[in-house]
């Protein structure tokens, strides 16, 4: 079966603190012949492990690293690459994963308000413009 895992699913393969579910979405996960993780799914997994869990970004990065790491995930890896670098460096994964989407998209410049979001996307080597 080829599946797509809601945020949820992820989350209890990583965290196991609901054990049945957990095991449930192990099993799916270990099951399927392909997943596809969306980059939305892994901007909500980021978001509930750094603000609901307080959980450090070395690891979430590598939880994510985990999740992706099977021939059988599909998934944008150089958006995700991007993601991991930007929030190691202590900023958001989900800027990173925006700037580099809208940038394969044709969006060239990524614009916001967030100095260091654009600083560190410009370093990833995507063009970025701070507005004032």
């Known amino acids: 079966m080829k599946i797509t895992p809601d945020t949820n699913i992820l989350l209890r393969a990583i965290i196991e603190d609901e054990p049945k579910q957990a095991r449930q979405a192990q099993s799916a996960l270990r099951d399927a012949d392909l997943i596809a993780i969306t980059l939305p799914a892994l901007c909500e997994f980021v978001w509930v492990l750094q603000r609901k869990r307080a959980t450090p970004a070395n690891v979430i990065a590598e939880a994510i690293r985990r999740l992706i790491d099977s021939?059988?995930?599909?998934?944008?890896?150089?958006?995700?690459?991007?993601?991991?670098?930007?929030?190691?460096?202590?900023?958001?994964f989900a800027d990173a994963v925006i700037?580099?989407?809208?940038?394969?998209?044709?969006?060239?410049?990524f614009v916001t308000f967030d100095k260091k979001a654009a600083r560190l996307v410009a370093q990833a080597g995507i063009p970025a413009e701070l507005l004032k």
């Open 71 to 92: 021939p059988r995930i599909e998934t944008n890896r150089q958006a995700i690459a991007a993601g991991i670098a930007v929030l190691e460096a202590g900023r958001d």
């Open 99 to 109: 700037a580099l989407e809208g940038y394969e998209s044709g969006g060239g410049t």
